[in-house]
T-cell receptor, first 108, second 116 residues
Framework: DAKTTQPTSMDCAEGRAANLPCNHS???????VYWYRQIHSQGPQYIIH???NNETNEMASLIITEDRKSSTLILPHATLRDTAVYYC?????????FGQGTRLTINP | DSGVTQTPKHLITATGQRVTLRCSPR?????VYWYQQSLDQGLQFLIQ???????AKGNILERFSAQQFPDLHSELNLSSLELGDSALYFC???????????????FGEGSWLTVV
């Protein structure tokens, strides 16, 4: 599985867009980019995934660069409940391999 | 609610004992995964089953074993427990064992194991 690099922590003001970057420079052609988040020891929650096109759902948007070496998760209007650890994962094999993620803190 | 059910939610046991954690996957999911999360280790993949057969193995200790039953529920057995086994154990499930646009993995809420 390709390795991902994310900032250790980020802060964002409530109501603003939170942009979480992820580098996955060794991603291979058939690997998807998945984003999960974990709120205080709850089970990891699926957010969104994509292969090469940008994706949007009710939770977030995912922007993948054309060379697929990096991506950005966008939470358009962050709320306090979005405070969590966000994991960017590239999935080519059966399992998800989690890194350390980004601890996102939404400030009032 | 992801649809993945884990029991028990909390468990306290003594060193040397054996415990069994149970997982019911989402309806229609054939693949089950187990993960361990301890304070200093992050989320570690342990093992995966698909339709009753083991498909992938991660950092699972020999004292741990798992199985998936014909009704697709899974159990993780932890034996000769040590203090370091204290952790959150997550079960997850997906439709298929591989990857693809529809094969998202969903996690349960976890079982807290405390070994004293």
């Amino acid at each position: 599985d390709a390795k991902t690099t994310q900032p250790t922590s980020m802060d964002c003001a409530e109501g603003r867009a939170a942009n979480l970057p992820c580098n996955h420079s060794t991603i291979s052609g058939n690997e998807y980019v998945y984003w999960y988040r974990q709120i205080h020891s709850q089970g990891p929650q699926y957010i969104i995934h994509g292969l090469k096109n940008n994706e949007t759902n009710e939770m977030a948007s995912l922007i993948i660069t054309e060379d697929r070496k990096s991506s950005t998760l966008i939470l358009p209007h962050a709320t306090l409940r979005d405070t969590a650890v966000y994991y960017c994962i590239t999935q080519g094999a059966q399992k998800l391999v989690f890194g350390q993620g980004t601890r996102l803190t939404i400030n009032p | 609610d992801s649809g993945v059910t884990q029991t028990p939610k909390h468990l306290i046991t003594a060193t040397g004992q054996r415990v069994t954690l149970r997982c019911s996957p989402r309806s229609g999911d054939l693949s089950v995964y187990w993960y361990q999360q301890s304070l200093d280790q992050g989320l570690q993949f342990l093992i995966q089953y698909y339709n009753g057969e083991e498909r992938a193995k991660g950092n699972i200790l020999e004292r741990f074993s798992a199985q998936q039953f014909p009704d697709l529920h899974s159990e993780l057995n932890l034996s000769s427990l040590e203090l370091g086994d204290s952790a959150l154990y997550f079960c997850a499930s997906s439709v298929d064992p591989g990857t693809g646009p529809g094969n998202t993995i969903y996690f349960g809420e976890g079982s807290w194991l405390t070994v004293v």
